[in-house]
């Protein structure tokens, strides 16, 4: 058995690469074959290393765009031991391949895995321009994969410090899709990405340590 975890902003394996080793397991084992030895899945929004090694980029910090990947290889590495010892099989990621991008469903159900999907909007839209202390309305949507667990946590960054010092305390882990809303005003003309950051877990569990599974979403606002 095998499972092949891949990053949909790796710099250094490029995603192709997965795409590629995925057609040679189905040429070689055909398409029974592979599903019996062969998965994978695809962690959106990670690097080929953890984002605290990336350092800032454009002024915002690495956590503001990128997610640790290592509670993803954590699940992965305890669902390839059931797969191989219990029989249970694991979740792929569904995914389409054009023009040299990997392009995942919009949808949890769609997509698979064990990721949450995450979406972001600024006053309803993907871009808001306001004034300087104007309220924009911020709202995040998760939802989880069929079988990958519920939501644990929300929180949000909104200057691009890394901090996120928002957190929505009404999620108990009892569900497995939230619309959430926040609002946030600015003191100073800019642009600013705030950050939505999502983590599920398999087991519900709010204050698990490990195995947290992150995803995140961002929208832009211009503040004139």
């Not at 321009?129 to 644990?152: C, N, R, S």
């Amino acid at each position: 058995k095998l499972m092949w975890v891949h990053h949909t902003h790796d710099s250094e394996v490029w995603p192709p690469q997965g795409v590629l080793y995925a057609d040679a397991v189905r040429n070689a084992l055909g398409e029974a074959g592979a599903a019996e030895q062969f998965r994978i899945r695809w962690t959106e929004h990670a690097e080929h290393v953890p984002p605290m090694m990336t350092g800032e980029s454009l002024g915002r910090a690495a956590t503001t765009c990128l997610i640790d990947y290592l509670p993803v290889i954590e699940q992965s590495l305890a669902d390839l031991v059931d797969w191989v010892e219990n029989g249970v099989e694991p979740a792929p990621t569904a995914y389409e391949y054009h023009d040299g991008r990997v392009i995942l469903p919009k949808t949890a159900k769609e997509r698979g895995g064990i990721q949450p999907v995450v979406r972001a909007s600024a006053n309803g839209a993907a871009v808001a321009e306001v004034a300087v202390g104007e309220q924009v309305e911020l709202e995040v949507h998760a939802e989880v994969p069929p079988g990958a667990g519920t939501i644990v946590d929300v929180e949000w960054d909104f200057d691009g410090s890394g901090e996120f010092p928002v957190r929505h305390d009404e999620i108990d882990g009892a569900v497995t899709e939230i619309t959430l809303r926040t609002t946030h005003s600015y003191s100073e003309r800019g642009t600013y990405f705030p950050t939505a950051l999502v983590h599920s877990h398999r087991d519900g569990d709010p204050e698990a340590e490990f195995r947290r599974i992150p995803n995140l979403a961002q929208v832009r606002v211009i503040v004139t």
